[in-house]
């Protein structure tokens, strides 16, 4: 099969996820953890007016959201590219600068990447998706989400063949994969999703419904 998902040539974008393989707070250390397939960028991001917030955003996502005010650089005024309308929507759920080290993004991929991504299982890295494992069972994480097209081939690997292929239960709108006493893994529409698949009211309930778990703890799922 042929694979749509190419690195980015950027040599400033590599040398940050070389150090950080993760966006916003550590993943380690963080409450809520929000999982994607890649960190897609604009081919040509390094000539874009915006790509000195990228970088200071990559450098210390927490600060930035304190300093900032926004939780992600593309939802700045003058951001127009790919990523504007996932982080539009991620926006809605109510996060601000209080919660700066709450929140960290991880993703399938441990590079910067940009076009289309269609990934397969040979591009994920084994070494990254154990270290992702450790974060999900050793980290501070209560809260998990695993869109359910990044669950489905993230549940391929022998790391997470733990993740059933169906919901246990819900909380309220959202499905649940798993729950200990300490964590819950959710697995909600991805946020830039449209179309039939994905209803506008039933996404807007999950969004909703993430934003009610700030203010509760696993013990009042």
Known sequence: MVTMFFPHPNK????????????GSNPSSSRFLFFGLDANYDPEIEDKPYFSEIISYLEDGVHYLKRR??????RLPHYRGDGALYHRRFAEIGFGPEHAEQVSFVELIDVPTYGTSKLVLNDLKSTHIDRLLDWVQNGSAEFIFIPIGVARLLKRTSQFSWLPDRSMGH?????????????TVFSPYHFSCIGRGCLKKDRDLQVRDI????RNSTRNL
């Open 12 to 23: 400033k974008l590599h040398d940050h996820f070389s150090l950080k393989p993760y966006q």
């Open 69 to 74: 005010g926004v939780h992600h650089p593309f």
């Open 171 to 183: 909380y309220k709108s959202l499905p649940i994969l798993f729950r200990s006493d300490s964590k």
């Open 211 to 214: 934003g009610t778990l700030i």
